[in-house]
């Protein structure tokens, strides 16, 4: 599994700092998450990302206002071959981007039951697209959370396949994240390597490329990055 260091821009993260320490380190290829970004502040993402001329930035976690044109730039500017959504309703793109299909993927959701017919739902979109965008940290809080989701999900797995995925960090005990303003046992910020080793258990699942999905510096993320593939050696 290729693991990438990456751009987060969640609520908290300092997008603008991981960026220009990825310029800083001479990283060629970096993921990014840019679900935190409305159209006018991606525009600002790609003019200072296309002034560090990064080889490519393969994988991107888009939004529900992506158009086709935007993801054709991302494909055209920046060599980018995997984009990945969320199946929820208020998730879902609001255009058409089919054109796009093979190279788009759909991420597990995490933090609440998932009923059949949600179950129905998601399927139905994965169908549409390349097949699934796993989120190991969110399998691994359903898993310690809710049995019968978890058991949904990992029947999808082995069903359609995973092109690629996200890795965050999972805590060994629920925790508050005031950014986000919940309990959880998966996290966007890790603090001891440990948090990583419950991708063990995922092996059969997981994808040839992966993205961190860490608010951590770019140099706490490459020791990240570097702990994961001795773990999965």
Request: glycine share 4%; charged share 30%.
């Amino acid at each position: 599994m290729k693991i990438l260091t990456s751009i987060t821009t969640v609520l908290g993260a300092d997008w603008q700092a991981q960026l220009q320490e990825s310029a800083a380190l001479g990283l060629e290829e970096i993921a990014v998450f840019l679900t935190g970004l409305n159209p006018a502040d991606r525009k600002v993402f790609y003019r200072e990302a296309k002034k560090i001329k990064f080889k490519k930035i393969p994988f991107v976690h888009i939004r529900h206002d992506f158009t086709a044109q935007e993801i054709g730039y991302l494909a055209k500017e920046f060599k980018t071959e995997k984009v990945n959504i969320h199946f929820i309703k208020e998730h879902l793109p609001r255009y058409d981007i089919s054109e796009f299909k093979k190279i788009i993927y759909v991420e597990n959701h995490p933090g609440h039951s998932i009923g059949d017919d949600e179950l129905a739902v998601a399927e139905e979109i994965i169908k549409k697209y390349a097949g699934i965008c796993l989120d190991v940290a969110h399998l691994e809080s359903d898993r310690r959370e809710d049995a019968e989701s978890y058991q949904k999900y990992t029947a999808l797995l082995k069903k359609y396949p995973c092109g690629c995925g996200h890795i965050s960090a999972v805590k060994s005990d629920k925790m508050y994240d005031k950014e986000e303003d919940r309990y959880a046992y998966d996290w966007h910020t890790y603090k001891e390597l440990g948090e990583f080793d419950y991708l063990k258990r995922y092996e059969e699942f997981l994808p040839p490329i992966a993205a961190l999905e860490l608010t951590n510096s770019i140099t706490e993320q490459l020791t990240a990055k570097n702990y994961i593939e001795k773990l999965l050696r």
